[in-house]
């Protein structure tokens, strides 16, 4: 409880040996490969699923993002699952939420880290086995002053 | 100490679609903080969230290191029966958090 | 008499003139006008502020008991809605018995050690974090109003003489980008005015809630100057500096910023 | 004003979301050539321009491009904008840089980046060759100009071309 909140010191000499290490990015092809493993084989059509985010970032840290999903929500027709998946973060995955009837909407928010100017990418699984897809752009600023 | 903040509307008409809307303290640490020694600061964030709700679990997340630390979930639900609706959080180690929230549903 | 009345009266007129005056050409904008619409959306609704943890955080440690005293800051101050409203509105303040000026953070690490003998938590701790969150949130609404003690003058005139003053390798004052060059961009960040009116905040950028003091080292890293250490005196007339140009705005703890 | 004995803090690592890969290999190439050692050359100044080439040698076009673009070497652009199409974030609080070198001689450039406040003791532009002057330092650097000779005459050397 008492841990100070730690500072950050990039410009100053400790920080330089972290810089020769750094993790390894996603790339578009691991994206999509994520993004098949959701669909289970099922071809992702665009439709159905709105995905709403900034267009413009100020911080990557917490991106607000919202998914919706055009569907009556009932025992018949329903949103099973809904992922979201980037493209520069160090890993494609950002979160999966199970969903069914009693979410009487399928509606979802949250936010987001992302490192990097990219694009973002939702898709839904209907319990018809059908998924759906919808993406957004985003422009991440970088901050001006790197702080210690 | 990890504090949440829950909204569940305090009353609902039965089959009325409320929104719930949670907000978690966790760092959420990636696991790809480099660290002054060369290393990575370990993994740890909240990687499972529930809400149960009249016997059921209503919406559930698997979350990843993407996701914002001080978690932010809000999602919607069909007001069914009064009572007590259960939040979950379980972590990389497996500790469980809970928060309860109460609702009258008429 | 009439004739004085009428003089008193024309008096008070153009007085209020002046005063009507002096509020609309009031230009001032709150670090909160200069944020994208989502993050301002994030500090208006406390159900989505992440700094609204720290304050649920305080409002538990204020009820707490500490340190030998076995008392908790609620024994002392009260625990009840009106408790320390608006208190923090005012500082730094002038503290007699030190002779010198106190932030709101100081102010609660002297009652930690000295009325609850406790051991002080670190300066950016989350302990004092979360407390000056409470107390500074009790302000919320209510406009800064600097301690009128004239001893702070010299303090606030030291902040003054600091704000001007040009620092580190890339040799810049506080001034030339937060009073000349306010609303223009430093590559893509609006530069704001400078106003501390909503700290201790929960800035994205740090993922956490943190002072002012931390915020004005990340300005003085970024000129490539050495920071100040936590605490530091200077700070502190920054600060009572920072509040006296702010005299009248709207205290908005827990503030987002970017 | 007197100043307490701060507590040391634990450095954390910096950079916003994740790493920044590209970003902390400039730095960590900063870095690296900055502890190398540069000095400040000496000078003459004439009229408001310096006429000779800091240190005697000309700089490279294409080097002075990556240094003005770079936001950790030149920092040029978190201030300017300029002619670079692959940049999104520049910024506006100095004159845009495109057309700079019409508008002034090389000996007038020269003397705008190395120490500007001999023309402007107010501007907002840092002296990118000077050490004196300067108050609370960073250690990190300190009697260390922000460009050395060798970096100066490269900028130089690509303003020189936005005609």
Redesign the interface.
């Known amino acids: 409880?008492?841990?100070?909140?730690?500072?950050?010191?990039?410009?100053?000499?400790?920080?330089?040996?972290?810089?020769?290490?750094?993790?390894a990015?996603a790339t578009p092809e691991a994206m999509r490969a994520a993004m098949q493993g959701f669909a289970g084989g099922a071809e992702p059509r665009p439709g159905r699923v709105r995905l709403e985010m900034?267009t413009?970032v100020?911080?990557?840290?917490?991106?607000?993002t919202t998914v919706i999903v055009d569907s009556p929500m009932t025992a018949a027709d329903h949103v099973v699952e809904i992922a979201l998946f980037?493209e520069r973060?160090?890993?494609p995955?950002?979160?999966?939420?199970?969903?069914?009837p009693?979410?009487?909407?399928a509606?979802?928010?949250?936010?987001?880290?992302?490192?990097?100017?990219q694009s973002v990418h939702a898709l839904a699984r209907m319990n018809d086995g059908s998924v759906w897809s919808a993406s957004a752009e985003l422009?991440?600023?970088?901050?001006?002053?790197?702080?210690? | 100490m990890s504090r949440a903040l829950i909204n569940v509307p305090a009353k609902a008409r039965k089959g009325e679609v409320i929104q719930i809307r949670t907000l978690v303290q966790h760092e959420m640490e990636t696991g790809f903080r480099p660290l002054p020694n060369g290393g990575f600061a370990p993994r740890l964030i909240l990687r499972r969230f529930e809400c149960i709700y009249d016997g059921e679990t209503v919406f559930a997340a698997d979350l990843h290191p993407a996701i914002s630390a001080n978690p932010y979930l809000a999602f919607r639900t069909v007001a069914t029966t009064s009572g007590e609706m259960l939040f979950r959080w379980i972590d990389d180690r497996g500790a469980v958090r809970e928060e309860r929230a109460t609702i009258e549903v008429t | 008499m009439i004739r004085r009345r009428g003089a008193a009266l024309a008096l008070l007129l153009a007085l209020a003139t002046v005063a009507t005056r002096v509020e609309a050409q009031d230009t001032r904008r709150s670090g909160f006008m200069f944020m994208s619409p989502g993050t301002q959306a994030m500090q208006r609704d406390d159900m989505e502020n992440p700094g609204m943890l720290a304050v649920l955080d305080g409002a538990e440690l204020w009820a707490k008991p500490a340190g030998t005293s076995g008392r908790s800051c609620a024994d002392c101050h009260g625990g009840g809605a009106e408790a320390m409203r608006g208190v923090a509105a005012r500082y730094p303040a002038f503290d007699a018995t030190r002779g010198e000026a106190i932030d709101l953070a100081g102010r609660i690490l002297q009652c930690r050690a000295e009325r609850q003998g406790d051991a002080p938590p670190p300066r950016e701790s989350r302990t004092l974090l979360a407390l000056t969150a409470f107390v500074a949130h009790r302000a919320r609404g209510m406009p800064v109003a600097p301690d009128a003690d004239p001893r702070m003058t010299p303090v606030v005139e030291a902040g003054r003489a600091l704000w001007h003053k040009r620092l580190g390798q890339l040799d810049l004052s506080c001034a030339q980008c937060h009073d000349d060059n306010a609303g223009q961009k430093l590559a893509s960040a609006p530069i704001p005015e400078a106003h501390p009116t909503g700290y201790p905040i929960y800035r994205l950028e740090w993922q956490t809630t943190g002072s002012l003091q931390r915020r004005i080292r990340g300005c003085l890293t970024g000129v490539r100057a050495e920071p100040f250490a936590y605490g530091a005196d200077e700070y502190i007339a920054l600060e009572a500096f920072l509040m006296e140009r702010a005299r009248g705005m709207e205290i908005e703890t827990p503030g987002v910023r970017p | 004003m007197r100043r307490r004995p701060g507590r040391r803090r634990r450095a954390r690592r910096p950079a916003a979301v994740f790493a920044r890969p590209p970003v902390l290999a400039l730095l960590a190439a900063l870095l690296a050539s900055a502890t190398a050692g540069a000095q400040v050359v000496p000078y003459t100044i004439v009229a408001d321009g310096i006429p000779e080439p800091l240190g005697g040698a000309a700089g490279d076009p294409a080097r002075g491009r990556a240094i003005v673009a770079d936001r950790q070497k030149g920092l040029c652009i978190l201030c300017h904008s300029g002619p670079f199409p692959e940049l999104r974030f520049m910024g506006t609080l100095a004159p845009d840089l495109a057309g700079a070198g019409a508008r002034w001689s090389t000996a007038q450039l020269r003397l705008r980046i190395v120490d500007a406040a001999r023309l402007n003791p107010d501007t907002i532009m840092p002296a990118y060759h000077r050490t004196d002057g300067l108050a609370r330092v960073a250690p990190a650097w300190r009697d260390r100009p922000i460009l050395d000779a060798a970096g100066i005459e490269d900028v130089v050397a690509y303003l020189e071309t936005l005609r």
Not at chain 1, 58 to 64: Q, T
Not at chain 1, 93 to 100: Q, S, Y
Not at chain 1, 139 to 148: K, N, Q, S
């Open positions: 409880m008492d841990l100070p909140t730690a500072s950050r010191r990039l410009v100053l000499g400790g920080g330089l040996a972290l810089l020769a290490i750094s993790p990015r900034p413009l100020e911080n990557g840290n917490a991106v607000p980037n973060n160090p890993l995955d950002i979160a999966r939420f199970t969903l069914g009693r979410c009487g909407q509606w979802v928010s949250t936010r987001i880290r992302l490192g990097d100017t422009i991440v600023t970088l901050p001006a002053c790197i702080e210690g």
